[in-house]
């Protein structure tokens, strides 16, 4: 419901549903469990909020946009996230193959100019993104995050499009990075199947989601933990060997700059550059998501949110910065028979041509697990994502099963059977069915980021219209509402730039293989979209109407008006460094 008519009306939102012990709710009574094994068995049993929320959605007949934001405020998702667990995600969440082996592919195509400036002007991009995600998500910590707030701020349709799109994304994403993980292997020359690493690397990635929340959460602070230590060893490693301390090459400077040069296949390079980055960003967003399950989200997703610029500035920045000074572009290593192959990294490149021994296979161990960080974070996105969208009346409603340890376990269970594709790796086709997977979640992030700048637009629209100021924001976008309309721009453009790859690409003439493998996660999207809009009729969101109330955790206004006030004026007390700290960190 919009705030206005929350405030005539004298209504309470309701965000939980709760069970007396020994009272009887849909056919099941409450039994206390007896001993570990029947605690054990009894976790696996639905949520007494999912049941009720299957039975409210399966009384309506048409669909009830209000009831549907009710559910995704009042998710039976366990909060345990704590602070650490969303700064580590922040900060190293999505660092993968994109960076340490894709980088080499788009530093290849464009040359270190066109890494740089392409790194740079999406990094910009994520950094709006992801604050207007953080000023959402802190003041709507719901399930479904921005397929949620597309859904309530632009259109149910798109909303639906969105979180279909982001879970194809991720469910396809899981077999790739077991096959990523496993081809990582083959730098040390094993002699085993690749099946055998595909289904070890299954096995664990499947349990520790199993685990719930709390294990997603431990196993991101140690994956991430260890890419961060790595990536800032490779950044000093890096700034030794430019200026020349290495055992080989000497003084390196910018000589690669000149030659072969700065850039590469002129403007269509940067373009094919442009792609690249995006991808090597994506996943960036499940910070937002995992505001849902977050204890205090007011307290610890605007630290997470900041800790993103350090991640773009350190990581991808200056990282690639260093890599386009060490490896030239038109080295031989660069062109590897696969985008997960390690030694087609220019990290490892880079240590190799120093003549530096036995740093290759430490940096090829932290790319390994990098790729299991991604697979870890694809079940986690695609399990969310597809429970959200039951919540919300735009899936299955079995699809929405959450258990009693708040885990979405049918998600879980579709996302890790899904994974079981991997083996397909051992086909003669493998590279065709790959490419075509791919293809699928390519563009994905793209569509989602593009939604969520829109959303913040279309919500800044609505809270004014309905009479807020910013002041009542617990969280507000640095870059504000100017910063989202330049990241819906920048998506728009990496979308036309994009397009035009597919069409003409790079080195080749134009052909219809190419542009679906390049661009068919566009279409894929438009079906979605058009085939609800026509099912259903939903109406545009109006900003006048926009529902302001449901699933905000804090609905005493003077109160957190105060309470910001005087965290604010604490804050003007302290010194300068302190407070310029605290406004980036």
């Known amino acids: 419901m919009s705030e206005k008519v929350y405030k005539t009306s004298g209504e309470v939102p309701e965000y939980t549903a709760t069970i007396e012990s020994g009272s009887s709710t849909y056919g099941q009574t409450a039994v206390a469990p007896s001993g570990r094994w029947e605690s054990f068995k009894d976790s696996f049993r639905p949520a007494e909020s999912y049941l009720a929320h299957r039975e409210a959605a399966a009384s309506g007949h048409e669909y009830d946009i209000e009831a549907a934001a009710k559910r995704t405020a009042a998710s039976p998702l366990a909060r345990k996230l704590k602070g650490r667990h969303l700064q580590m995600i922040a900060i190293g969440g999505s660092i993968g193959t994109g960076l340490f082996v894709n980088s080499g592919k788009a530093l290849s195509n464009g040359g270190p100019a066109s890494l740089l400036i392409a790194f740079a002007l999406i990094g910009a991009m994520l950094y709006s993104v992801v604050h207007a995600l953080g000023e959402l998500a802190v003041l709507f910590p719901v399930a479904g995050s921005f397929s949620t707030y597309s859904t309530r701020f632009i259109d149910p349709a798109w909303g639906f499009a969105m979180g279909w799109n982001y879970a194809l994304q991720w469910l396809v994403v899981f077999p790739l990075e077991l096959v990523a993980a496993s081809i990582t292997l083959a730098y040390w020359h094993v002699d085993v199947n ?47 060997l430019t200026c020349g301390g290495g055992p080989v090459g000497g003084y390196i400077g910018g000589k690669y700059w000149h030659n072969p040069g700065a850039f590469h296949h002129g403007f269509k390079g940067l373009c094919s550059v442009f792609v690249t980055a995006a991808f090597s960003f994506s996943g960036t967003e499940l910070v937002g998501l995992a505001a849902a399950e977050t204890a205090n989200p007011r307290k610890t997703l605007p630290t997470a949110v900041k800790q993103v610029f350090w991640r773009i500035t350190l990581f991808y920045i200056v990282a690639l910065t260093l890599v386009g000074l060490l490896v030239p572009y038109n080295d031989d290593h660069l062109l590897g028979a696969s985008s997960v192959d390690a030694t087609a990294s220019p990290f490892v490149i880079a240590i190799q041509n120093a ?195 449901t699933g905000r955790r804090e609905v005493d206004i003077p109160a957190l008006i105060e309470e910001l006030r005087a965290e604010r004026a604490a804050l003007k007390q302290r010194n300068f460094f302190y407070r310029t700290y605290k406004f980036w960190c």
């Open 194 to 240: 690749n099946a055998v690493w595909i289904t070890i690397f299954w096995v664990v990635v499947v349990v520790i989601n199993f685990f719930g929340v709390k294990g997603y959460g431990e196993a991101e602070f140690v994956f991430s933990m260890i890419k961060v230590i790595a990536v800032l060893a490779f950044i000093i490693l890096g700034i030794v």
């Open 355 to 549: 003549g530096i021994s036995g740093l290759p296979s430490v940096m090829n161990v932290v790319i390994m697990i990098a790729v299991l960080s991604v697979g870890n974070s694809s079940v986690y996105g695609c399990s969310r994502t597809l429970a959200s969208l039951a919540e919300m009346g735009q899936a299955p409603a079995i699809l929405g099963y959450v258990d009693k340890s708040g885990r979405p376990l049918v998600g879980i269970i579709i996302t890790s059977v899904f994974g079981l594709f991997a083996y397909v790796s051992a086909s003669p086709k493998e590279g065709q069915i790959f490419d075509w997977l791919l293809a699928l979640s390519g563009l994905s992030s793209i569509f989602t980021w593009g939604s969520i700048c829109l959303a913040h637009i279309l919500f800044r629209r609505a809270w004014k219209i309905q009479g807020h100021s910013l002041e009542e924001l617990a969280f507000r976008s640095h870059p504000g509402i100017i910063g989202s309309y330049l990241g819906l721009l920048l998506n728009v453009l990496v979308l036309i730039a994009q397009f035009w790859i597919a069409v003409w690409p790079t080195g080749g003439k134009p052909n219809a293989y190419d542009f679906f493998v390049s661009y068919l996660a566009a279409p894929v999207v438009l079906v979605f979209y058009i085939f609800y809009k026509i099912w259903f009729r939903p109406a545009f969101v109006k900003p006048s109407t926009a529902d302001l109330v």
